[in-house]
């Protein structure tokens, strides 16, 4: 990542008024692998990542990995980065299913980096986990804050799914067409707890990712406008 592409593309979130920026990392990294190699090759890519997203000033890192590789890509790199872990679906062999066991990475990366570390919630994810954010909203962000504290919920990744309740398949589909619906997306817009959370949609593009992507944002504001004025 040279001098001037960085610098540009401060300039063109400046410029586009774009608050907060995160980087996805890439899916290949495996932090958790029982390959030595591919665990070390992680790293190293995971400690790249981090240095991009230092020199082009960005807001939030996600990766859904082990907490010790973490750690000691904190060590190597520092700098101010948050690192978000994502919540998963559960699928094959995938960390990060429950809120326990984001709980349990969280800790393990050490209390000296607990104020560089969250959670990013992706909400087909969640239902596919089998978290009931269609049937029991409240409940589950009650649930949330129990284990994981509310203040640790610093991303969402808002997408319906094409699976049901406790499928552990990962699966997305446009916000309102799922086993979601859209009245998790309301509550979670006019939630006041989540107000300043940024939010990000996930959802597939198809044939005309334009629409798409402004009928799943034009509803979510739709849903935000009430919360807004009050």
Same mark, same amino acid.
């Given at each position: 990542?040279? /001098?001037?592409? @960085? *610098? +540009?593309? $401060?300039? =063109?979130?400046?410029?586009? &008024?774009?608050? #907060?920026?995160?980087?996805?990392? !890439? ?36 990766? /859904?990995?082990? @907490? *010790? +590789?973490? $750690?000691? =890509?904190?060590?190597?790199? &520092?700098?101010? #980065?948050?690192?978000?872990?994502? !919540? ?39 239902? @596919? *986990?089998?978290?009931?954010? =269609?049937?029991?909203?409240? &409940? ?91």
């Amino acid at each position: 990542m040279d /001098r001037d592409t @960085a *610098a +540009a593309f $401060r300039a =063109a979130a400046k410029a586009h &008024g774009i608050v #907060v920026a995160g980087s996805h990392d !890439s899916y290949l990294i495996n932090l958790a692998s029982p390959d030595r190699g591919l665990r070390e090759r992680s790293l190293r890519s995971f400690c790249r990542e981090l240095e991009r997203c230092e020199t082009l000033g960005l807001d939030l890192a996600g990766l /859904r990995r082990n @907490a *010790a +590789a973490i $750690r000691r =890509a904190l060590l190597r790199v &520092g700098g101010n #980065v948050p690192i978000l872990l994502e !919540s998963t679906a559960g699928q094959g062999r995938s960390l990060g299913e429950s809120f326990e066991e984001l709980a349990v990475l969280l800790e393990g990366v050490g209390p000296e980096f607990q104020d560089r570390l969250g959670v990013c919630v992706d909400t087909a994810h969640v239902l @596919a *986990a089998g978290y009931d954010l =269609a049937g029991d909203y409240e &409940g589950v962000m009650q649930e949330f804050d129990r284990v994981l504290g509310l203040a640790r919920l610093r991303l969402f990744h808002l997408n319906d799914s094409k699976t049901p309740l406790g499928s552990r398949v990962d699966r997305h589909e446009q916000i309102g067409d799922g086993y979601l619906g859209r009245e998790p997306f309301r509550l979670i817009m006019r939630d006041r707890r989540f107000r300043d959370v940024p939010k990000v949609i996930e959802t597939p593009k198809g044939d005309d990712p334009v629409r798409n992507d402004r009928r799943n944002l034009n509803y979510l504001r739709r849903c935000s406008q009430r919360l807004t004025k009050n």
